[in-house]
């Protein structure tokens, strides 16, 4: 995490995305994953490289709760208090935290390790009360587990490192069903050619282009996906739903499949915002999908 802002660093992130209007929230959580919250300057730079108005894009900073104006500890705690969490105690958990790190929801911790807020719903009611730790979800969270969520947050922290981290590596894919590849020709990031499906969310269909390294979550699409939405993805060739047998573990979500060159299949869960993934090469899920 860069506590300094690099104007450069700003401008490399928003040219990954090529200036493609749909990826607007991408830039921006990229942005954000860099700095843990989005400084003005920086989206002073994203508004003149992307020609896209100031008043925009303060307006979708502003509506997801995701992202942050201001410097956010090293360990984002999202509470859920919506209607369902809330029937289901979330308020006893929110106290919790706020006694465990000693701030209250919309603060940080003095040695800026924790940011403890609220919000309305994540979508995944039934696993209420829910709490999302630095894009993990954690359900049926009940208040004596709080000081074990926040030392799992603690000990994840030198897990990975995408930037730097050997293990990551690009896999190709191709649709299970009709085996056509999904790699596009052209389009690469970080010098790897993206992966091309078409996706469903919402009554809008589009094109979706994700990276192709392993546990790399970035996106470009046609269309805005906010955070948490559960999206549906199909071939472009055989317009199969690419979808798995399996469930999100963390969030109940569907997960999606795709083959992977060389045997077995790749998954990872449908809903933005949600890193659950796994390389599965033992290939159980390859014919069911
Ligand atoms: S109300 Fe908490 S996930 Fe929906």
Known sequence: MR???????????VDKFDGNQGALISVLEAIQAEYNYLPREALKIV?????????????????YSGFSLEPRGKHIVSVCTGTACHVRRSVEVLEGFERHLSVKAGETT?????????????GACALGPVVVVDGEYHRRVRE?????????????????????????????????????????????LDGYPMVR???????????????????DYRIESEYEIPPGTVVQLFCPSCHAELKSTRICASCDAPMISLLVKGGGTVQFCSRRGCKEHMLDLVNEDATAV
């Open 197 to 215: 499906v078409t996706a469903s969310f919402r009554r809008k269909h589009g094109w979706l282009m994700l990276s192709s390294l392993y546990g």
């Open 110 to 122: 003095h040695d800026r390790e924790f940011s403890l807020s609220t919000v309305n719903c994540l």
């Open 47 to 63: 508004a003149s490289r992307t020609g896209r108005s100031l008043v925009d894009i303060y307006g979708i900073t502003t509506f």
């Open 144 to 188: 004596g587990d709080v000081a074990n969520v926040c030392e799992h947050a603690r000990q994840l922290e030198n897990c990975v490192e995408l930037t730097n981290d050997e293990r990551i590596f690009a896999v190709q894919v191709s649709c299970p069903h009709c085996n056509r590849s999904l790699m596009t020709d052209g389009r690469l």
């Open 3 to 13: 506590t300094r802002l690099s104007p450069e660093d700003v401008i490399r992130i």
